[in-house]
């Protein structure tokens, strides 16, 4: 039986279109990268897709690849038979293969070694893998999410990431951008983690003042949505009226409220992305009209639909 659908909280455009993207991806047996900052809500968004497609009776199963040595990422990704090497005792069974015809998460794939890139970039072109220490060829049935942090372009640039490996893996690709540069999900996220996480300190009544959601909206958040969570639940043990002040929340989370500055000033990037979203639209995703209408080549605009997940 699947498990119920993650929430994915989205009113800003920029949320919208994330969700967009992965209704479109989710029933689609294809490697998907999902980047972006850390706390931005890439594991989430790799669950949902997971239940929203037709693989939701199946596993989902995921490794961190930054967490783990080395070996034990290969051990946990491939399995490995008995004698393998020192300290197996008995056949182990790898995600690849508990995984099924589910899905396999690998968070922050950047952190893969070498040598193990190498391993996964043969198991993504044919399908196939073995468990360490066994000469019997296994087929890989689960789709395989990869989510990371890091910008993987500058590392194939630098040599720490196979290039062979980034294009298999970001065949479909879903940026996920920073809380600051989706300000109208910041009140809903509030308040959604305002009603789960109430009941659990015994606070079930509290409410967040409107002087308090506004310096939570002019917050520029560098630890994303994970750190909005963080300050809603630091305020709710710290507070000591059910009315959530200004004050109750961490002094990082709300200094920036006086600031006359306007909390929906966008990027040149948050602009350059919308301004070739809607021409793509407006176009039906010609091309080349769309590059003459936006003043520049061809090539330049694959890139950047490459580059913000105009897919």
Known sequence: MSNPRPEWIAEDPASLRVLEIASKVAAASTTLLITGESGTGKDQLARWIHES????????????????????????????????????????????????????????????????????LRVL??????????????????????????????????????????????????????????????????????RRLAPVHGRAEAQIETHALQALEACAWPGNIRELKNALEHALIFAKHSKLSREDFPAACVQSAGSQIPSNLRSLEQIEKEAVRMTLEATHYKIARSAEILGISRKTLLQKRKKYGLV
């Open 53 to 120: 497609g037709p693989r939701r009776v199946a596993p989902l199963l995921k490794i961190d690849c930054a967490s783990l040595p080395p070996e034990l990422v290969e051990s946990e990704l491939f399995g490995y038979e008995r004698g393998a090497f020192t300290g197996a005792d008995s056949r182990k069974l790898g995600r690849l293969e508990l995984a099924a015809d589910g899905t396999l998460v690998l968070d922050e794939v950047a952190a893969l070694a070498p040598a193990i890139q190498a391993k996964l």
């Open 125 to 194: 072109e044919e399908r196939k893998f073995e468990r360490l220490g066994s000469a019997e060829t296994l087929q890989m049935e689960a789709r395989l999410i990869a989510l990371t942090n890091a910008d993987l372009e500058r590392d194939v640039r630098a040599g720490y990431f196979r290039e062979d490996l980034y294009f298999r893996l970001s065949v479909l690709t879903i940026p996920i951008p920073p809380l600051r540069e989706r300000p109208r999900d910041i009140r809903p996220l509030a308040e959604y983690f305002l």
